[in-house]
């Protein structure tokens, strides 16, 4: 038996290994796929552009009438925001530029951001696993696609990705250290703040690239000045390094702490005095940080901190010379498994999606929503604590823990591996950040819905209005009227459920989510997916059967009271596209959403007036869709059916709930197993 067993472990071994090598295989060319489905898209869209509509920073330098061929100064229109020695390379490029204006800036560009993306993920702290090395550049290219740095600098023509590159080149890619730092003196001489890397080199030993580096950049600065002295004067000491230059430096564009101070409401003096002062402070503290993680032997995160400080005390940074801090996701940060995933994810939402997606338009937010770009480059600056490669979870992070393994429901259907019962508390700013990116997602699905109903599809929306009040009559539940107008001729009544309709809508939800993260963690998560099953199949049913509600029925005589009097005279009366889709009333989210609350509540709660509680809140929101004229009553249904819906693709998919007694065995071993492993 003993020499069976030692003879079977070699026989399967390497049939475990084929089987991993295969996955990876199919991961890598999965994810070389995205990447290129992302560069072809973003190359069409630049493209099918008509001219004058794209390339327009690009066509203010080497158009026709651009900067680069008018006589005089460069920077007498304010237009051109490059460096002398900038200007001084692209002129002789105008003619080129003109005649193929598109096709080679846009290739050119693409070329630039895939070896960005290659050097990037051959820069990661060795050693690297197998796994990380085969996919970690199709990941850094297809981030680099989806970034609004890089997005902005395809569709205006920008050159912010060249200097970023060329430090990465300078630190990682060239041989000898005066090769290397005559790289990123160019960088400096096109983007003067990369300068701040002189200091970064000087004090991680490697000084003959930091002497190379300020010699190549006086080099530069020398050569335009004498080719363009009025220029050179005018970019230097007039517009002290290029401030002033563009737009407003209040712009929301200018992400730089000069313009987050701006829009705080500082002016004159006491903010210029005020930006030295705290820029000093960020250089200073932003520099000693790299030195230390560049001796940790994290030299790309060394980069993307230096780069982070250089955004910061920039008078101006624009959107396309923010890549530096889309390289600081490469840092750790969290002790726990599930505290690892926030950074990254934080950086990659701040720098792919618009501001306005990831904090709520509520006014006491908007500093922090004006500003999150810098803010996240100067946490990466100063703030955020990346463990050191000497931590012992810097390879090991505390292992979330799991229920025991549930088995599948159907033979054919898989559990799914992401949908794993861990019984852990989630990290917090994680779970925020997941809940608003969802909820503005689900609003632009929902809202995108609203397209056909404006462009002739009205009709198609109260035709099915018409067809759920047939079907109502048919069951002799059609008493949407009759409750309306009932409810109109009582002020009180009226009130209560105009007041319940828009404010317990969200708030019971969140409260209930809250609570359970709190006070129940695994009941959280399984609340969490079937909540999120329930929203995704109503989007189908917003997207697939557009439903006019009793209330924006002409005919029907409803009387909206939470949103006054319809205008039925104008083509598009009631939507409100600004807002939200007006035509999404089939499932009823405001039911299905309270219906998920009574359900969990009763399902998790103890005491039963608790549990009584959570069910009498569906009834009211059942009364409250049908007085004030939004939902039919088999909208309700319709909800209804989603919730069940979302609470049995959840059973399948993840198993029954999980519950938060002691983890299993299994877990046990493996936790015992990662803590002895960061003890060793």
Known sequence: MANAERTGRPTGAPGAAGATAARLRAARVGLWLIATLLAVRQLAVVLATPRGERLTDLETWVGPDGVLHVEGSLYDSTRFTGTPFGGLVLKPLTRSAEQALGWGWTFGTLLLVVALGLVAARALPQPVSRRTALLAAPVAISLLMLSLPVRNAFWLGQTGILPVLLVLLGCFAVRGERAGGALVGLAAALQPTVLLFAPLLWFTGRRHAAVS???????????????????????????????????????????????????????????????????????????????????????????????????????????????????????????????????????????????????PDMGFLHPLRDNAVVLAALLAAVAVPFLPRTSPYYDSPVPARYAAPARARLRYVPLLPFLRRVTARPNLLLELLLLRVTYAAYSQVRLAATGGTISGGRERAERHGEQILSVERVLRIDIEHAVNHAVVEVDRLRGFFDFYHTSFHFAVPLTVLGVLYWRRPADYR???????????????????????????????????????????????????????????????????????????????????????????????????????????????????????????????????????????????????????????
């Open 213 to 359: 580096l300020g010699t190549a950049f006086a080099a530069c600065t020398a050569l335009a000045w004498a080719a363009m002295p009025h220029d050179t004067y005018t970019y230097w000491v007039h517009h002290l390094a290029g401030t002033g230059l563009g737009g407003p430096a209040d712009d929301l564009a200018n992400q730089s702490l000069h313009g987050a101070l701006l829009r705080l409401g500082f002016s004159g003096p006491p903010e210029i005095g005020l930006f030295l002062t705290l820029g000093a402070g960020v250089a200073v503290l932003g520099v000693r940080r790299a030195v230390r993680y560049a001796r940790d032997g994290q030299l790309l995160l060394a980069v993307a901190v230096t780069g982070c400080a250089a955004v910061v005390i920039s008078p101006t940074t624009w959107q396309h010379q923010l890549l530096w801090v889309l390289l600081a996701v490469v840092g750790r940060v969290g002790k726990r498994a599930s505290d690892r995933p926030v950074w990254p994810v934080a950086v990659i939402l701040v720098m792919t999606l618009p501001a306005k997606w990831l904090l």
């Open 526 to 680: 399984w609340a969490r997916s079937t909540l999120g099953l329930t929203t995704l199949l109503a989007l189908v049913g917003f997207w697939a059967y557009p439903l006019a509600p009793p209330r924006l029925m002409p005919d029907l005589g409803i009387i909206d009271t939470v949103h006054g009097v319809q205008d039925f005279s104008r083509p598009d009366y009631g939507t409100l596209t600004s807002l939200t889709n007006q035509y999404a009333a089939m499932p009823s989210l405001h039911f299905g959403w309270s219906l998920w609350c009574g359900l969990v509540i009763a399902v998790v709660a103890r005491l039963w007036w608790v549990r009584v509680l959570g069910l009498l809140h569906p009834l009211f929101t059942a009364m409250a869709i049908v007085a004030t004229g939004n939902h039919w009553v088999l909208d309700a249904v319709g909800g209804a059916a989603a919730v069940l819906a979302g609470f049995g693709l959840a059973h399948v998919f993840q198993g029954p709930r999980a519950t938060a007694a002691a983890h299993p065995d299994g877990a046990a071993a493996h936790h015992r197993a990662g803590t002895a492993a960061r003890r060793s």
